[in-house]
């Protein structure tokens, strides 16, 4: 398959995930990461799936990534913006960095990677875009309003984007994912996660694998009646 896709965060975690299996499907994969090289390096060793580094939430630095993606891989058909961090903190306690740096990645990205590559998507009349919100940005959590903020950020992006782009054969969607087994959720303190995980009615943590199967649906050339859409896998933890 000549299609090409674009993974934010795409050396860890669930970004991992969807890459290896954008990959296995047929895909011309590239990814992006920011800072953790020994991770991404132990990646590409694993995978063989090229890895770019810059900050996405660097609207030049995107728009300069996107460029050398294009001219080592080719044109980004397939952008699923992934990236996203945590600064968690109740609100009274939340500072304006811990606010700033959790929009900035996980709501700015989705604008500067997208309005980086949806020009040469018009232009080739192709184009898919999945957007990684949250089950947070659904229903809120205590200790993310910045984090909610961002999630839920997405998906009114995500629906303004699809009716610009509806009559150019591009697609934009959103997945909420829940709770899965990423670094990130480790990070969640041990207490808060048992509870949490508790209170998720399939009774386990999601995997990447649960996630990027709804990625490589949406990623396909027939999926160009779906868009606009939120895709929820979070095991029946919140139904929308
Ligand atoms: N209801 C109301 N208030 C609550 C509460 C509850 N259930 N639980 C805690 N609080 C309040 C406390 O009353 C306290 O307020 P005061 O200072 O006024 O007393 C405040 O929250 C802080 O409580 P603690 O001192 O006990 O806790 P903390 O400040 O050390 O940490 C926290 C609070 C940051 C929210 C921490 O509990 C936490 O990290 N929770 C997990 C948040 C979470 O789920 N993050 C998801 C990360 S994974 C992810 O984001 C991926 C994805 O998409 C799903």
């Known amino acids: 398959m000549d299609r090409v896709a674009l993974v934010t965060g795409g050396t860890r975690g669930l970004g991992a995930a969807i890459a290896v299996a954008l990959r296995d499907a047929g895909y011309r994969v590239a990814t992006v990461h920011r ?15 090229p890895v770019f580094c810059w900050d996405v939430a660097d609207f030049s630095a995107c728009r300069e990534g996107i460029r050398q993606v294009e001219s080592e ?13 945590t600064r968690d903190a109740v609100l009274h306690r939340m500072t304006p960095e811990q606010w700033s740096a959790v929009i900035l990645t ?16 018009r232009e080739r009349g192709f ?57 990130m959720v480790a990070a969640v303190p041990k207490e808060v996660l048992d509870k949490i995980v508790a209170g998720i009615p ?23 009646f779906i868009t606009g859409a939120t895709f929820d896998a979070n095991g029946g933890q919140f139904m929308a």
């Open 73 to 85: 891989i080719g044109p980004v058909d397939i952008l699923v913006n992934n990236a996203g961090i």
């Open 202 to 224: 399939v009774g386990r943590l999601g995997n990447g694998g649960d996630i990027a199967r709804l990625v490589l649906f949406l990623a396909d050339d027939a999926a160009s």
């Open 127 to 183: 184009g898919r875009i999945v957007n990684i919100s949250s089950v947070n940005g659904e229903r809120g959590q205590i200790g993310q309003a910045n984090y909610a903020a961002a999630k839920a950020g997405i998906l009114g992006f995500t629906k303004s984007l699809a009716l610009e782009s509806a009559r150019k054969n591009i697609t934009v969607n959103a997945i909420a994912p829940g709770y899965c087994d990423t670094d």
């Open 106 to 121: 996980n709501l700015g990205s989705v604008f500067n990677m997208s309005r980086n590559a949806i020009e040469g998507m």
């Open 35 to 49: 800072s953790n090289v020994d991770a991404a390096q132990a990646f590409r060793e694993k995978t063989s799936i």
